[in-house]
């Protein structure tokens, strides 16, 4: 997911390239190849995070403080962005992580092999390698980040928000018919969310079809005459940017599609669409919103209150 989430800053074209790239950061499991050494309260911790979602998720359980360094894309919360950067999660920077003398590095799992994070292990760094690329891996990540860095009710806390969240979604949609639904992040080429992601996970519990998931790849390459034939009833457009509302001229040529014809076709924030993490359910509710915006009483660009009380940024700053 560390390619989407790097991304998401850099427009559409970067979009593009990071999903055709993307298949290198699906984790195989979650594990660590050496585990960090469980938190000492009488030694101050020190954490460096190697990807956006281990850095939102240290955040959001009030680990802030002690992150001393970050990845290279790395942008939230805000205070994140003024840390020291080490590099990307593929190509972590040794020295600039040793220069700041970390209790625990934490990454992806998809990294855990590659030569840099051997290194650090062998130099007799604790390292935590998680998963970020479903649901499920996004909660066992939020627990065994909170075991390491000894914030596990905080850790707790955050997983029953989400529960709730998600919970209440569920209701909100109980009764919302399955709707065809395409949803790309480009258009040169047309790049889509396909099965095995996280995102196409998101569509389905927001009473989607998928209508990419036939394919076997996780961001295949979709013909306009395929997704003619499959006659998406939403789109949900990267290229369109955050307006749910803005105009599709690019669509407006092929008015056979049923979202065409019907006016389902919107936009969607890259953030924090794009970004695994904690914040995973207000995804989940703007996903929800475009698809069926009549199970939702408030403007479909308004997230929900429930979402706003539960940002992580919110422990940090106390806004």
């Not at 990071?18 to 954490?47: E, F, M, N």
């Not at 992040?185 to 927001?206: F, K």
Request: glycine share 8%; charged share 20%; hydrophobic share 45%.
């Amino acid at each position: 997911m560390a390619s989407r989430i790097e991304a998401a800053r850099g427009g559409p074209r970067r979009i593009i390239l990071a999903a055709l790239g993307a298949a290198i950061c699906v984790a195989a499991g979650a594990g660590a190849a050496r585990a960090a050494d469980p938190p000492d309260p009488a030694r101050p911790t020190r954490i460096v995070a190697l990807a956006p979602s281990v850095t939102e998720t240290l955040f959001a359980i009030g680990a802030g403080p002690d992150v001393v360094g970050v990845s290279q894309y790395c942008d939230y919360p805000p205070q994140a962005a003024r840390l020291p950067r080490v590099g990307t999660f593929l190509t972590p920077n040794l020295e600039a992580i040793a220069a700041l003398r970390p209790t625990i590095v934490i990454g992806l799992s998809s990294s855990s092999d590659i030569r840099e994070v051997r290194a650090l292990q062998a130099m007799g760094y604790g390292t935590l390698m998680v998963n970020d690329d479903s649901i499920a891996g996004i909660r066992a990540s939020i627990a065994r980040m909170g075991a390491a860095v000894g914030r596990d009710a905080a850790a707790r806390a955050l997983l029953g928000q989400m529960h709730n969240q998600f919970a209440a979604l569920e209701d909100s949609l109980s009764a919302a018919p399955r709707r065809r639904v395409l949803m790309v992040v480009g258009h040169q080429p047309m790049v889509a969310v396909g099965r095995g992601t996280y995102l196409d996970e998101l569509i389905t519990l927001a009473h989607g079809a998928n209508i990419a998931a036939a394919d076997p790849q996780s961001w295949p390459r979709l013909s306009l005459e395929y997704i003619i034939a499959a006659r998406p009833q939403v789109i949900l457009d990267g290229q369109m940017g955050a307006d749910a509302r803005a105009k599709a001229g690019f669509w407006g040529r092929y008015p056979d599609i049923p979202a065409v014809r019907e006016g389902r076709i919107y936009g969607y924030p890259q953030d924090p669409t794009l970004h695994p993490g904690p914040r995973v359910a207000e995804t989940l509710e703007i996903i929800a919103r475009r698809i069926h915006p009549e199970a939702f009483p408030a403007d479909p660009d308004h997230a929900s209150a429930t979402a706003a009380a539960n940002d992580p940024n919110r422990a940090e700053t106390g806004r």
